[in-house]
């Protein structure tokens, strides 16, 4: 799974590694989040989205899987495939409990008929996705059966042996064996987070660090404001220093996803009011307001912080802007880094991905 720039870590660079270590097929979420990836070598990548009409034509140029989750979608897309001569292959999402993208249940056995009766369109999977499979395994469980159930009704329709069906995320992989089906579309996972608790035999490592430089650092006197609002003021002079990180970077945009973060959220907030960066010489507080790209820390306690030292933020990767560059760590060396849409060498020459992994 790559959505949401491979949560965080770059789509690019990313799917060129995946690809490398033999992944067949990567998925993405929408059409932009393909194109972004560019021509990850080897692989094929599934559009988990159904495209506009205006975007068919881009997304079969560039051999995309899509999913489609309407008759109208398959036609014009069997239109198109036929005008380029191209086979295009198409997966059907199937909404079994979501309430959201998918062809109803009792729509897949007429979507499945039209597709095969489309000779330039190959049906290459059907698939689900489960809403709750790391909280609700009741309903998960039901959501799978009523899956399992429709995959017996297309399979006896004949001539469904390529057919990729596919249904677990991160949670389900987890929790429920029987929906491995034949293959697992794996993100949070993937990525060195479980979405449940799991044993000691699992090693999770960090995958991603948000760091920055301090651009500045000067004292300000006792009773002066610190950032837009004023909503800080010194209470006694105070050394300060200037990160060119704020809100356009991600910062401070993790939405706040679960009690357990909305009450660490209301604490922070209400007993202390604070929110830190990283320095080696110990945590720094965020002085008042995170601004558009320039945020404030307090070095009054720590005098030997200096300018141009590393901090790290805690943010969260998937709300990370994509124009924050990444540099990428093989066996403890850089790699690469991807700048602007670019990769770079570590020394910072252009280069491409192809055979990079
Ligand atoms: C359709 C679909 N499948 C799989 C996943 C992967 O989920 P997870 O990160 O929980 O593994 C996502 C993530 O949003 C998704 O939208």
New binding site residues.
């Given amino acids: 799974?790559l959505?949401?720039n491979a949560?965080g870590h770059g789509a690019s660079v990313t799917a060129a590694f995946l690809a490398s270590r033999g992944l067949p097929l990567l998925?993405v979420?929408d059409l932009t989040e393909a194109l972004d990836i560019g021509q990850a070598p080897q692989t094929s990548i599934l559009v988990?989205s159904p495209p506009l009409p205006e975007q068919l034509p881009l997304a079969v140029r560039h051999r995309l899987h899509i999913t489609a989750t309407s008759p109208e979608l398959v036609q014009s897309l069997s239109s198109l495939a036929q005008g380029r001569n191209q086979k295009v292959t198409v997966h059907i999402?199937v909404d079994t409990g979501f309430g959201r993208?998918g062809a109803a249940p009792e729509e897949l056995v007429p979507l499945v008929k039209e597709i095969k009766k489309c000779p330039y369109l190959k049906l290459g999977g059907i698939?689900t996705?489960f809403p709750a499979?790391?909280g609700d395994r009741i309903f998960t469980a039901q959501q799978l059966n009523l899956f399992l159930k429709l995959k017996e009704e297309v399979c006896a329709l004949g001539d469904c042996d390529d057919v990729l069906w596919h249904a677990?995320?991160?949670?389900a992989?987890l929790t429920l064996p029987s929906s491995h089906l034949d293959l697992v579309?794996?993100?949070?996972?993937?990525?060195g987070q479980s979405?449940v608790s799991v044993g000691a035999e699992w090693d999770f490592r960090t995958t991603w660090q948000f760091k920055t430089r301090i651009v500045q650092i000067r004292t300000l006197p006792k009773g002066h404001s610190v950032g837009y609002g004023r909503k800080y003021r010194t209470k006694k002079p105070a050394r300060i220093g200037v990160i060119p990180v704020g809100y356009s970077h991600g910062l401070e945009l993790e939405p706040l996803t679960t009690p357990l973060r909305q009450i660490k959220h209301a604490l922070g907030q209400g007993l202390k009011g604070q929110h830190f960066v990283f320095h080696p010489m110990g945590p720094l507080p965020i002085l008042g307001r995170v601004g558009m790209g320039l945020t404030t820390v307090d070095l009054s306690k720590t005098p030997d912080v200096y300018l141009g030292d590393s901090v790290t933020l805690s943010m969260r990767r998937v709300t990370a802007s994509a124009h924050v560059p990444r540099i990428y760590y093989l066996a403890g060396k850089v790699k690469c880094i991807l700048a602007n849409h670019e990769v770079l060498s570590p020394t910072g020459r252009k280069i491409s991905l192809l055979g990079l992994f």
Avoid: D, E, Q
């Fill in positions: 799974m959505k949401g949560y998925a979420g988990l999402k993208l698939f996705h499979a790391g677990a995320n991160s949670a992989f579309r794996i993100g949070t996972l993937l990525y979405p």
